[in-house]
């Protein structure tokens, strides 16, 4: 094989806190050859990020570190900052996780590409330099490069933004690039477009790529090797076959047992090991027993024809409507008992502002919502306050959904003290809820910080089930967890579902969530839905195209299908350019 | 902890447990053996884990850390006994006079010395320590009770609605309205009638041009609170505004309002004794810091340093305290490094 690009060894990295030392890295060792794709991946907390922050050298100055990492022959620990910089967006380049906060808002964007440009070629002019921004952007497949290179950073989409991250990383056509987590922030059909780019950036340059992410998914498509790291230490490193068929440790089974797949039907064809457990869950989904069918089961929430539109509007003083976003345009759905629908869309298409307008219990500016047949604008102020105890919500983010300041046993009574239950019948709840959603009642004196995020969300889901509820609305129950912990959460919820014949609404943008839990699958499009159906006919066969669309878009762990469905999604004749070999010989770059 | 027998013990376990097998399937099993759960479980065993220090033992450790802490307590604590005791041990009041001795400096029984008027300069000065005391923690108190209402109140009612924007913009015109009237000439004029009825007077006169800028900031954080999922959740739940308040709202921030009280003490003393010191602050039959340096004379300092350095020394003291407790409960705002 070929020299490594850059080697890092026995890199231990720690810093110091309140509570002693954090050991962040500890004893990892890697190379990365010219033109291959190393993928890092590990839960949060594993040391992912700040092992490839310490490659950048951008550890903040508290830190210790020792080992060593060579890079093109530098040993980047006995360089300065400025020789460091001139490395930097050069040889090594960086893709962050939010496009939004990585381009400077007051700048266009064009000239942070040229920026990028100017800094390491001073010779270009700046004409020049505005030039070839234009070609990489157009390179990197953002319509009109002309006029895009002169727009500021927040008229860009989440999408577009990250394409403007990759165009200033090849700018320099560097020799690695760093990717942190490129895609977290972005939805579904964007992340598969984004992966795509890079993947044929990358082969185009033939740069050397180490990309950071928690999600299996990518990875499969995208890696030549895989390095799995857990509690700050590498766990496994392989070629990305040998992880995904034939993993040698438990936790890197474990975890790719824990990824869920939009594929589950056929999985059977796989040999990928993602995703076995995560089938089982959608057995125990499917048959638990014979249920009656549903048109027999009563119906918990009817929604006929929901309409939520806000006005724009202008001025500061005398408002005037210039005109109305249509967040949610005549929608209808209903839930019956026992049943979990799942509302699927990508962020915009009107999923939250669905689920707040159920939740207001307040007459919609158009349309009916029933609970449990009972309409929601009819209702009394005292009916109101009691059918707060049957419709209950849980949040997405488990740390800002509880209050850091009460213990959760007081977190989880608040709402049967609305309801005004006694203290006793209070305190045996609390019991019986922390048992039921798999935590200890001895733990009812803590504060929420002293939980994981998936205790957490635990606690939120005791508090949704306190006042024997008769829908829970999830929303994005599982998307700020790891995927272990998300499986574990998961199996709870149908677990609960199967026990307690709660209903459930399940808003998620992540359809192999979905998959494993729900019975029916709606999805939703610009405040519209444009499918709605059982889980298993949209996922085999889905009607509309966009529909189709998502599915496609969705990362299978597999290898083997990954590669199958990767296109090429660079421009390479816009990034040679007009001159061609505009960019100076290495020689001189040095 | 949450190992699967809890659960199997009870007579409803589930479908979903009853086919799975644990070893075959990991992460099934994770359901109820949730690794993640185990790991981070925060038993006594583990040693010094992450969360065996509690938040107020945190807080006593960093607050008592700090040098500074120590230096403003010990002189805070000094000055409250000289005032307390102060006056009830020494032979001399703050009004009688001894004219025989008038302007001279200190000794074995004028501690500080003697004005031009024949008044005993420690008497004084521990009498105004007292009253400038009672005055600065008081309206410290009522400025952030004041505060607090109309700052918590316009942040939560500004997302309800039409008429909780409304609500929210006359609010936000009343803070503006005290911002932009000039209180020092109100003081001038208020003052010395309210004196008539008793000193006390002066506490909610400073405090009444002193919250705004407290208010402004509580109800921008009470806006950034009522955004979070919390309060959120607390409103589907059906709980009532105020509760929600009084719950979720203050204890949250209430570190900032424990610092701004602090802080707030050192203002409102500076500002009586400013008023004081030109006469329309504290009246004769009190005293307070800024009446005893009104009596100043130049070419002789015994007249004037006592008082400036107490009351210098209580600013101080009040600051670093207040300083200590900012980096204590909110050690990433920095204040420190400069």
Known sequence: MSEPILSVRDLSVSFPSEYGTVHAVQDLSYEVHKGEALAIVGESGSGKSVSSLAVMGLLPRTASISGEIEMLGHRMFELDDRQLSRLRGNTISMVFQDPLSALTPVYRVGEQIAEVVRIHHPETSKARAHQRAVE??????????????????????????????????????????????????????????????????????????VLITHDMGVVAGFADRVLVMKDSRMVELGTVDEIFYTPREQYTRDLLAAVPRVDAGEAGESRSVAGSAMQKLAEVVDDDGARPPREEMPTVLEVEELV????????????????????????????????????????????????????????????VIRIGGKETGALTRKERAALRSDVTVVFQDPMAALDPRMPIADIIKEPMRVQGYSKERMDERVDWLLKMVGLLPEHAARFPTEFSGGQRQRVGVARALACDPKLIILDEPTSALDVTVQAGVLAMLADLRARLGVSFLFVSHDLSVVRHISDRIAVMQKGRIVELGDTEEVFTNPQHPYSRELLSAVPIPDPEVARARRRESIDREAFEGTTGGFLPDPEDAE | MTNPNDIRGTEDASALRRRTDPEANPV??????????????????????????????????????????????????????????????????????????????PSAYHWFGVNENGLDIFARTMQGLRISLIIGIGTALLTTFLALVVGIVAGYISHKGKWGALGDGALVNLINLFLVIPSILLLMLFSPALQQASWLWMIPLLAGFAWMLTARVLRAMTQQLVRTEYVEAARFMGVHPIVTMTRHIIPNIASWIIIDTTLGVSAAILGETGLSFIGFGIQYPQVSLGTVLQDYNISAPYTWIPPAAVLAALVIAINLMGEALRDALDPTSGSSRI
């Not at chain 1, 109305?324 to 019956?336: K, M």
């Not at chain 2, 992450?50 to 960093?62: A, D, H, T, V, Y």
């Not at chain 2, 805070?76 to 020494?90: D, H, K």
């Open chain 1, 136 to 209: 990489l952007l157009d390179a990197v497949g953002i319509p009109e490069p002309g006029r895009r290179a002169n727009q500021y950073p927040h008229e860009f989409s989440g999408g577009m933004r990250q394409r403007a991250m990759i165009a200033m990383a090849i700018a320099n056509e560097p020799e690695l690039i760093i990717a942190d987590e490129p895609t977290t922030a972005l939805d579904v059909t964007i992340q598969a477009q984004v992966m795509d780019l890079l993947k044929s950036a990358q082969e185009l340059i033939g740069a050397a790529t």
């Open chain 1, 308 to 367: 939520r539109v806000f006005p724009i509007t202008k001025g500061a003083i005398v408002r005037r409507k210039v005109g109305e976003q249509r967040a949610v345009d005549g929608i209808s759905f209903d839930i019956r008992q026992g049943e979990c629908l799942a509302l699927v869309g990508e962020s915009g298409s009107g999923k939250t502002t669905t689920l707040m307008e159920i939740m207001q219990l307040r007459t919609p500016q158009q349309g």
């Open chain 2, 28 to 105: 099934m099993g994770a359901a109820v053996d949730d690794p993640e759960l185990r790991d981070t479980e925060i038993d006594e065993s583990a040693g010094p884990a992450i969360e065996s220090m509690s938040r107020g033992e945190l807080l006593r450790r960093r607050f008592f850390r700090n040098p500074s802490a120590w230096i403003g307590m010990v002189i805070f604590l000094v000055l409250v006994l000289m005032a307390v005791i102060g006056p009830m041990v020494y032979q001399y009041g703050p009004f009688e006079r001894d004219l025989r001795n008038a302007l001279t400096g």
